[in-house]
């Protein structure tokens, strides 16, 4: 895409090619829609939760090519060629993600407003250094916001999840 | 929603700069959008054009020539905070840009953007101001250097014209014997106040230093009047001056009020973090250890 050849009339759009959750996905969208409106409104994919819209809460958290991004502000174009994962795509099947049963086990939510953001950048901090301090999951998890303030239990569940994997 | 805009992709820095002269107003430059993209969507910034910088190849490298350490416009804060280069050479700008916000924002951010956006409540400017840091602005035929204590100009106000892109950052070391301390206070995820120091010590005494304050008022601020008062006397009594620096901190720092803190507050804060990294900086190039505020 460059200059303004392929601009359509009023809008310009983007012929986008993206993994999400392990299926591929094709077709046209504007410049200007954001990866968290790609998913929401075009994949009907709501897990990822639209909040404060700062990069501030993480409630919109999901990985592009494993890296924690804050959908809301990320343009969905940018996602072409790479793959995308959501809360949708953290279980395999009726299989739980082990973070999402140490988040059940340790009750790591009240609400659960936040809960898929906390569980996509607690799966971004493991997949980059699976057997992370307490501290360093505190660190890394400081930019997701949870009302309820059930940090302890958040904390709690990464720190199991990341002992399971430490022992393997 | 975003309005809609247009993206342009060049492949070099002078068709970017080109671009931008061509469009001037209606065009802004587009890296990592953390900045950006936030300032569209409350429509506190218009944008018929995004000029996407990161097709630009030679913008997201870190090179070390020997003496200096270049670091390309589009480099993220995260590949800033890992990146051995930079761990090696600058290991206090390291930590301080292991402290920008929070990894969603360190993935996406660059350094570039980060500078020419000059929000006041940031982490690298007063980091790199200690180590002389200096940036590479490109327009459609020529480039120029300046240092990044002249970049800077007031809250979201630097020398960039409109029909250029910065393109690099060079830092150079500290100077042999000196090493360096990064420390803050915050909430929101931005720093309130934020302090950058870098010492000689010699016989007890600081032989040299050099001292930048962020976040405190308009712009990141190197503190030279401040550094040339206490050099060649001990630790302690450069804490007595600086405790009692009230009204040059007042008079450089143009405090101000703000979400994250009172001009007072800030200023109590500049005198405390100043004292804590001057007493840390002379046992490694780590930040202090910073206070939380969120």
Not at chain 2, 57 to 81: F, M, N, P, S, Y
Request: aromatic share 6%; with cysteine.
């Amino acid at each position: 895409m460059s200059k303004e050849t392929e601009i359509s009339e009023e809008q310009q759009t983007f012929a986008l090619s993206v993994i999400v959750n392990g299926q591929s996905w094709n077709g046209q969208i504007p410049v200007q829609e954001t990866l968290l409106e790609f998913l929401r409104n075009r994949l009907g994919l709501t897990g990822t939760k639209r909040s404060c819209e700062s990069e501030i809460c993480g409630a919109c958290t999901v990985l592009v090519e494993s890296q924690a991004v804050s959908s809301c502000n990320y343009l969905a174009y940018e996602a072409h060629g790479k793959s995308v994962l959501s809360i949708e795509g953290l279980s395999v099947g009726d299989q739980l993600d082990p973070l999402q049963e140490a988040f059940i086990r340790n009750m790591g939510f009240q609400c659960g407003f936040c809960t898929p953001g906390q569980l996509m950048m607690a799966k971004a901090l493991l997949l980059d250094n699976p057997s992370p301090t307490r501290e360093q999951i505190v660190e890394g998890m400081n930019g997701n916001i949870c009302r309820c303030g059930a940090y302890p239990a958040i904390t709690a569940s990464i720190l199991e999840v990341a002992g399971l994997t430490a022992k393997k | 929603m975003l309005r809609p805009f247009r993206v342009l992709e060049p492949s070099t820095a002078g068709e970017a700069a080109a671009e931008l002269g061509r469009l001037g107003e209606r065009a802004k430059v587009y890296a990592g959008g953390a900045e950006l993209l936030l300032l569209l969507r409350h429509k506190l910034v218009q944008a018929d054009y995004l000029v996407n910088i990161k097709r630009i190849g030679a913008l997201d490298k870190i090179t070390w020539d020997g003496g200096i350490l270049r670091i390309g416009a589009t480099v993220t804060h995260h590949r800033l905070e890992k990146e051995p280069l930079v761990q090696k050479y600058l290991p206090m700008f390291a930590h301080a840009e292991s402290q920008v916000a929070n990894l969603r924002v360190r993935n996406q951010g660059t350094l570039g953007g980060n500078l020419c956006f000059n929000d006041p409540h940031s982490d690298p400017g007063p980091a790199l101001l200690v180590y002389e840091a200096s940036v590479k602005l490109a327009g459609a035929s020529e480039e120029r250097l300046t240092t990044l204590d002249d970049f800077f100009v007031d809250m979201y106000a630097t020398t960039l014209r409109p029909d250029e892109v910065l393109t690099e950052v060079q830092v150079p070391p500290l100077p042999a014997g000196f090493s360096g301390a990064y420390a803050r206070v915050h909430r929101f995820q931005r720093p309130t106040v934020a302090v950058a120091a870098a010492v000689k010590i010699e016989n007890g005494r600081l032989d040299n230093v050099r001292l930048a304050v962020g976040c405190v008022g308009p712009k990141p601020q190197r503190l030279q009047e401040l550094e040339a008062k206490i050099r060649g006397i001990s630790l302690k009594d450069a804490q007595r001056v600086i405790s009692q620096s009230g009204p040059y901190f007042m008079k450089l720092l143009r405090p101000v009020d703000d979400l994250l803190g009172s001009a007072d507050y800030k200023l109590y804060m500049t005198r405390t973090l100043l004292a804590r990294a001057l007493e840390e900086a002379p046992n490694g190039d780590r930040g202090a250890k910073s206070a939380k505020g969120d």
